[in-house]
């Protein structure tokens, strides 16, 4: 499957933003899907997954900021971000266990 996603930018701390992910050549209910990212100088790092059933799990630096959900009929998930800090500036992907986006990118700073 081919995942796209969109919505990153630049943001001020405290300020959010809503990235969006759309499959081609899948249908999302058959997967889970994940958000994961990459900060300056580190590892890719997982970040939130999220299920068929609309439960999701959370990494301990998203939970309570971060909200993963998913449109169905537009084949998209989403990512709503809050109170973002900057040390959330990086690149974030898009995937399931086998493919990835090709990142969108998240700058937070003032």
């Known amino acids: 499957v081919q995942l796209v996603e969109s919505g990153g930018g630049f943001v001020q701390p405290g300020g959010s933003l809503r990235l969006s992910c759309t499959m081609y050549?899948?249908?999302?209910?058959?997967?889970?899907l994940i958000w994961s990212r990459q900060l300056p100088g580190k590892e890719r790092e997982w970040v939130t997954t999220?299920?068929?059933?609309?439960?999701?799990n959370y990494a301990d630096s998203a939970r309570g900021r971060f909200t993963f959900s998913r449109d169905n009929a537009k084949n998209m998930v989403f990512l709503q971000m809050t109170n973002l800090q900057p040390e959330d500036t990086g690149v974030y992907y898009c995937r399931t266990t086998t493919d990835w986006g090709q990142g969108t990118q998240v700058t937070v700073s003032s």
């Open positions: 050549g899948g249908r999302i209910t058959e997967y889970a």
């Open positions: 999220g299920f068929s059933d609309d439960t999701a």
